[in-house]
């Protein structure tokens, strides 16, 4: 089946230091592949997402490309600040159009991410 | 906009009773639901699926019987836990979709306890 190895955290950085959260899959099909963040006592958000190989999701600074080769789908930004602190989450979707139901998400462990200044 | 919520954010109840969570989209219909249960530092694990109007679908391992979701309106959803035991203490997190491929939202989970 589908699953998705997250680099377990953790992660704790200065202000402006270099991210990667390193995120591999396997998939029977074609996912979709996201970056999900849970800010402390919130639900989780939409980050970026990527729907086809060699493409780029991007926001807030972060970036992911979709690697098909290497089945990866690492996160990046170039300069972290210490409001990224959070939970990142790597998740896939596998869409079967011919179920007519909405795709599962299958979710990473999570990496928290800690910023100090 | 796309918010969801679920009440409540925490609970405490007892081994046997049986406890109820509700999952609300705020400024969306929600034609598709989802429930999923996260333990302490591990993912977010997929319990059940649920069409607006029509049964929920279980995952593998999920005892329907013990985990009652009703989806009655395009706006809300709800999770009973049955006879409750302790090893159902969890973080219960729901999401919405607003159709096939959407994005989900999420809420912002329910943190249940039994004693």
């Known amino acids: 089946g589908d699953s998705v190895t997250q680099m377990e955290g953790p992660v704790t950085l200065s202000e402006e230091a270099c991210l990667t959260i390193?995120?591999?899959?396997?998939?029977?099909?074609?996912?979709?592949l996201f970056w999900y963040v849970q800010y402390p006592g919130e639900g989780l958000q939409l980050l970026l997402k990527a729907t086809k190989a060699d493409d780029k999701g991007s926001n807030k600074g972060f970036e992911a490309t979709y690697r098909k080769e290497t089945t990866s789908f690492h996160l990046e930004k170039g300069s972290v600040q210490v409001s990224d602190s959070a939970v990142y989450f790597c998740a896939l979707s596998d869409p079967n159009p011919n179920t007519g139901t909405a795709s599962k998400l299958t979710f990473g462990t999570g990496t928290r991410l800690q910023v100090t200044l | 906009g796309a918010v969801v919520s679920q009440h409540p954010s925490w609970v405490i109840c007892k081994s046997g009773t049986s406890v109820k969570i509700e999952c609300r989209s705020l400024d969306f219909q929600a034609t598709t639901m989802f429930w999923y249960r996260q333990f302490p530092k591990q993912s977010l694990m997929l319990m059940a699926t649920?069409?607006?109007?029509?049964?929920?679908?279980?995952e593998q391992g999920v005892e329907k019987d013990k985990f009652l979701i009703n989806h009655a309106s395009l706006t809300l959803s709800t999770l009973t836990v049955t006879s409750a035991h302790p090893e159902d203490s969890s973080f219960y997190i729901c999401?919405?979709?607003?159709?096939?491929?959407?994005?989900?939202?999420f809420g912002p989970g329910t943190r249940l306890t039994v004693t």
């Open positions: 999401s919405a979709n607003q159709g096939q491929g959407d994005e989900q939202y």
């Open positions: 649920s069409n607006e109007g029509s049964k929920a679908t279980y």
């Open positions: 390193n995120c591999t899959y396997t998939a029977t099909g074609y996912p979709s």
